[in-house]
């Protein structure tokens, strides 16, 4: 398998322009996370999708976060308009909670984004 | 609710020595604890997992980490370190019925000729 897909591996846009940053899990996995990764916060959970279904999007940080998971194989976190301040590097992970046992979360390589 | 710390920002260590990062967790129940290594520019990797039995476990890369209930540690350790091994070290805890971590705050490894 390939991993976690994430793209772009870097994004330099401008204030006020929307970003999209795209995320393909691993294949049979029903879990799939965003994280926000920054210096003065560390890794934070953004949201997380169970079975293409938004669970918890409490670590979204603004209205201008939006994400969605059509399908079981792409998801898409959106920033519309972006800030400087959501400059970051995002990861995607996936999982597969199989028979009620707590499995480990697979990261992507992550975004780099850069808002000037 | 739980959370996890990581009281160490940044550990330098000469290759070859022994290497401990500690990790304290608030949990009420018993908890999913993990240890994640992110290489620079790189996603996170587990190292290794406790779910419940035996309070030693073995990683990947020569790792270990012990659980320790009455100090609500999780405390990860090689007896060699190699060059290699610098990186960002974070320790995360879940609870069951849910699939979402509590990260760390990371702890920087440094390793020195």
């Known amino acids: 398998d390939a991993g976690v897909i994430q793209s772009p591996r870097h994004e330099v846009t401008e204030m006020g322009q929307e970003v999209t940053l795209r995320c393909k899990p691993i294949?049979?996995?029903?879990?799939l996370f965003w994280y926000r990764q920054t210096m003065m916060r560390g890794l934070e959970l953004l949201i997380y999708?169970?079975?293409?279904?938004?669970?918890?999007d409490s670590g979204m940080p603004e209205d201008r976060f939006s994400a969605k998971m059509p399908n079981a194989s792409f998801s898409t976190l959106k920033i519309q308009p972006s800030e400087p301040r959501d400059s970051a590097v995002y990861f995607c992970a996936s999982s597969l909670l199989s028979g009620g046992a707590y499995n480990e979360q697979f990261f992507g390589p992550g975004t780099r984004l850069t808002v000037l | 609710a739980q959370s996890v710390t990581q009281p160490d920002i940044h550990i330098t260590v000469s290759e070859g020595a022994s290497l401990e990062l500690r990790c304290n967790y608030s949990y009420g129940a018993t908890p999913y604890l993990f240890w994640y290594v992110q290489s620079p520019g790189q996603g996170l990797q587990l190292l290794l997992k406790?779910?419940?039995?035996?309070?030693l476990v073995q990683g990947i890369k020569g790792f270990e980490a012990e659980f320790k209930r009455s100090q609500s540690s999780f405390n990860l350790r090689k007896p060699s370190v190699h060059w290699s091994d610098a990186a960002e070290y974070f320790c995360?805890?879940?609870?069951?019925?849910?699939?979402?971590?509590?990260f760390g705050t990371g702890t920087r490894l440094t390793v020195i000729p």
């Open positions: 294949s049979g996995h029903d879990y």
């Open positions: 999708f169970n079975n293409n279904v938004p669970i918890d």
């Open positions: 406790y779910f419940s039995g035996d309070t």
């Open positions: 995360a805890v879940g609870r069951g019925g849910a699939n979402n971590l509590f």
